[in-house]
């Protein structure tokens, strides 16, 4: 079962009676606590979308996961608030073969509140803090970066600001079914060529920045400040891992 009051308690956050505020306190509050994470593609273990399935992997086990995981799990957590809610297709821009990678390969969230429409997304791993109003040229900006919406040749984009703004990904407010997004999440899985195969990943958001393990470093930003530590052993990558994310494997 999917367990409201549990769901809350381990993200830290609480009912709220106005519905903007609400989700807005669920998705920051999720950002912060629900790390974006690939490790059980490393320890086999097979991933799944099945809401029941990833509430007992990420608020039982203090786990986190890939955006089909997160953002399946707080699709039925929203909607068991009673959120208008539609899963939706993204696509992030990929820098080495300078195009966008296929349609359904991020699973991200819409959800309409008070008559208008918002962006959701936990997948992240550090992204924006509060859901990201669409509309064309909203921008938004957190501890964590600035963000900005546009409509692109009746495309949806989000555009992250570094030095100047940056294409990260594109998405569609077409509704969509957890199926849709099974050949994805299998080829992040097994296929050998697969970025998650290539080495361990996990990341959440902190109030002032960010905290990034792989299987070769750990790297934590706060604000503009950034230090790397290398990873050199297996252990060392374990004791790092419960240290800043409180996951024992």
Known sequence: MVHIQQFLQHIHAHLQTD???????????SVLTIPFENLDIHLNKPLSMNPEH?????????RGGLC????????????????????????????????????????????????????ADIGIGGGFFEPLLIEDRHTYKDNNGEYRVLNRHDEWIVQEKNSDWQDLF????????????YTACRYYEHDPTSFFRQKKL????????KV??????LKI??????????????DQFRKELKKYFQIVL
């Open 170 to 181: 594109k998405f569609s407010l077409q509704s969509r079914k957890l199926d849709d997004f």
């Open 68 to 119: 089909f995981e997160t953002n399946s799990l707080l699709y039925a957590i929203l909607t068991q608030l009673g959120f208008k809610v539609t899963l939706i297709s993204a696509a992030f821009w990929n820098e080495t073969q300078e195009s966008w990678n296929k349609d359904c390969t991020h699973l991200a969230l819409c959800v309409e509140v008070d008559a208008k429409s918002y962006l």
């Open 202 to 209: 996990c990341s959440v958001a902190t109030e002032d920045g």
């Open 212 to 217: 990034s393990l792989s299987s070769n470093t």
């Open 221 to 234: 930003t706060k604000g503009l400040e950034k230090v790397k530590t290398p990873i050199t052993s297996d």
């Open 19 to 29: 519905q903007t505020s609400l989700l807005k306190h669920i998705h920051k509050q």
């Open 54 to 62: 990833v509430f007992d992997k990420v608020v039982r086990n203090k």
